[in-house]
């Protein structure tokens, strides 16, 4: 298993979750490593994506500022705390890793972990 995302759950309103995604060495080592997220009947959504150089930083318009996404080197794991959470972040997080330049696509990504379910009720 190259990608293994954890941390999903139920949670209220307003409150906070942390995902995180463990990597292969060599999957860790790819040039971008992101999160996107799917609900049903609807197209997989970028959420953000962190760099390995740099690291530079990535945030959909819809969490800016409410999700923050980080790296581990020594771990291989990207984590992605999300705080402020609202009804409409209820979704499958899926955890993501390439090497692609266009982080927004969903055809930078090469690797791609199982998903995590994220449930925030109102």
């Known amino acids: 298993v190259q990608l293994q995302a954890s941390g999903g759950g139920l949670v209220q309103a307003g409150g906070s979750l942390t995902l995180s995604c463990a990597a292969s060495e060599r999957t860790f080592r790819t040039a971008v490593m992101g999160w996107f997220r799917q609900t049903p009947g609807k197209e997989r959504e970028f959420v953000s994506a962190?760099?390995?150089?740099?690291?530079?930083?990535y945030y959909a318009d819809s969490v800016k500022g409410r999700f923050t996404i980080s790296r581990d080197n020594a771990k291989n794991t990207v984590s992605l705390q999300m705080n402020s959470l609202k009804p409409e972040d209820t979704a499958v997080y899926y955890c993501?890793?390439?090497?692609?330049?266009?982080?927004?696509?969903?055809?930078?990504?090469?690797?791609w972990g199982q998903g995590t379910l994220v449930t925030v009720s109102s």
């Open positions: 962190i760099t390995l150089s740099g690291p530079r930083t």
């Open positions: 993501s890793a390439g090497w692609g330049n266009h982080v927004y696509a969903q055809s930078t990504y090469n690797y």
